[in-house]
């Protein structure tokens, strides 16, 4: 699970422009990880909370020009209509994955621990990590709630428009802020989070199932500990 900025990939000086080098490097990774691999790039559409609509194929991502440019090399894309990932590998398991959830037991969270998925940050910081929400869900901290978003999904190759109810975890107030500095410092400290210096950027590795394991322990002795 690659969360990115494309001034990273940007740095490497080949006399080709951004996007040829990120579509240079996305090629580079899908050869690292091999047919049994999966790459999970996050491609979020927020939109859907409030157009209730979700085009699998032609909605652009929300999260950046990495993201959004790393959606179209892909081409491929799970369904969930605001947590939707790029995609490249062993995907069948990531792309059956539950539209109704976001975060919780049945979502892509889930699955991507259970594989013990490693989770990279191009130097886009640890509070970028979404996963740090499914560990809030699980540990149903009491600063977030559940809402429901219903609304039309359009699937590749259909024009078959599927109704969805999603179940958001989201924050009981605008002002509750995640801050998750200490949770970093605390992962470094076990040695469970490491970081690699590339030129003008630091890139973060840190395993999916060690995330959730401190996450949880922590937040059952502070429930509080990532506000």
């Not at 790029?86 to 995907?91: D, V």
């Not at 975060?103 to 979404?130: E, Y």
């Not at 599927?162 to 009981?172: A, E, G, H, L």
């Amino acid at each position: 699970m690659m969360h990115g900025n494309l001034a990273v990939i940007n740095q490497i000086s080949d006399g080709k422009n951004a996007i040829s080098k990120l579509r240079l490097f996305i090629k580079a990774i899908k050869t690292a990880i091999g047919v049994e691999g999966v790459l999970l790039i996050p491609a979020f559409t927020y939109s859907f909370c409030k157009k209730r609509y979700f085009d699998v194929k032609n909605s652009e991502s929300e999260v950046g020009l990495f993201s959004e440019k790393s959606r179209e090399i892909l081409k491929l894309r799970t369904y969930h209509p605001i947590f939707s990932f790029s995609i490249a590998g062993k995907k069948k398991e990531y792309l059956n994955c539950s539209l109704n959830e976001c975060f919780g037991n049945k979502s892509i969270f889930k699955i991507f621990k259970k594989n013990n998925g490693k989770i990279i940050c191009l130097g886009s910081g640890f509070n970028t990590i979404t996963f740090l929400h499914h560990i809030e869900e699980i540990a149903q901290v009491k600063y977030r709630k559940y809402k429901f978003f219903q609304g039309n999904v359009k699937i590749y190759k259909s024009n078959l428009k599927k109704k969805v109810n999603v179940k958001y975890f989201v924050r009981k107030k605008k002002s509750i802020i995640n801050k998750f500095d200490k949770f970093e410092k605390f992962l470094v400290r076990k040695k469970k989070l490491s970081y690699i210096d590339y030129l003008r950027f630091r890139l973060i590795k840190v395993n999916s199932a060690n995330l959730f394991t401190q996450g949880i322990n922590l937040l059952k002795v502070k429930p509080k500990y990532f506000i």
